[in-house]
């Protein structure tokens, strides 16, 4: 039975079912550390979870060393989760890994490496958030460039190791709906990088009632859509310094998860210092 069928299985008071409600601020006012790792554990696997999910060109794979040492003095669950991935990933020839890795997350909605597209689907709201995730960029002094979208989950995880790990798990709690669902499918199809959400799921507070219950309504129903007006959304109303303007021209990237459009080459990660605006 897979990871998916049991949650689903859960909501009808099965084995392991959200009985009581969790609100987010039970854990403590101490969200970074809710999971227990040090800010140090946090950005360290943080990056390796990021070089992992990165399209494996030869610098990607070349960089799969650098990962395992890091791996190797993080806590378990995250340290034994990223090496068992970083087994299965290095002993795939390096074609079929690129091959695996468009089949596994520009070919599949529940695959999508895209934030945002799970949390508002392809609907105008979209737009705003992928404004916030910019906005925290800025505020950290960094500005993104135009080749990708600031919701893609290589990107904020740099971010967050990197440059700000208040804002960038900040990001990934917003999102945690969609980051579970993605570890399940990962699950489910027997993916290489499954052990790379496992880590990530390890840095992030625990799933409460609310996170449960979108991650079965996204498992059951997928992300909204929405039928007219997408050309533009994010273009129209939120006047915030012309930066939805900015992102108006990338949302191609981000709707074609799950579409049937591979990506046609590397993904890029790499963040531009800046000014803040």
Not at 111 to 129: E, P, Q
């Amino acid at each position: 039975m897979g990871a998916l069928a049991r949650l689903l299985g859960r909501r009808d008071g099965g084995p392991g079912a959200a009985t009581a409600s969790s609100p987010r601020g039970r854990a403590g006012k101490d969200q970074l550390h809710a999971s227990g790792m040090t800010t140090e554990e946090l950005r360290i696997c943080w990056i390796a979870v990021s070089w992992m999910l990165t399209y494996p060109e030869e610098r990607t794979i070349e960089r799969f060393t650098a990962v395992r040492e890091l791996a190797g003095g993080l806590p378990d669950p995250a340290r034994t989760a990223l090496l068992g991935s970083l087994h299965q990933l290095s002993a795939q020839d390096p074609v079929i890994l690129q091959e695996q890795y468009v089949d596994t997350f520009d070919t599949r909605r529940r695959g999508c490496l895209h934030l945002t597209y799970f949390s508002h689907g392809d609907t105008r709201r979209r737009g705003m958030a992928l404004l916030r995730i910019k906005q925290d960029f800025r505020a950290a002094g960094l500005v993104i460039g135009a080749e990708e979208l600031p919701d893609h989950l290589p990107v904020v995880l740099e971010f967050a190791a990197a440059h700000d790990a208040e804002r960038g798990a900040k990001i990934l709690r917003a999102n945690r709906p969609g980051v579970e669902l993605l570890r399940l499918h990962l699950a489910d199809i027997g993916s290489p990088w499954h052990g790379a959400l496992v880590a990530l799921c390890a840095t992030l507070p625990p799933l409460d009632a609310d996170d449960r219950a979108a991650v079965l309504r996204l498992a059951e129903e997928g992300p909204e859509e929405e039928l007219v007006g997408l050309d533009g959304y994010g273009a129209d109303g939120f006047g915030l310094d012309g930066a939805a303007g900015d992102l108006a021209g990338q949302t191609s990237a981000a709707s074609s998860c799950g579409s049937g459009a591979a990506a046609p080459g590397p993904v890029p990660v790499d963040l531009m210092r800046g000014r803040p605006s």
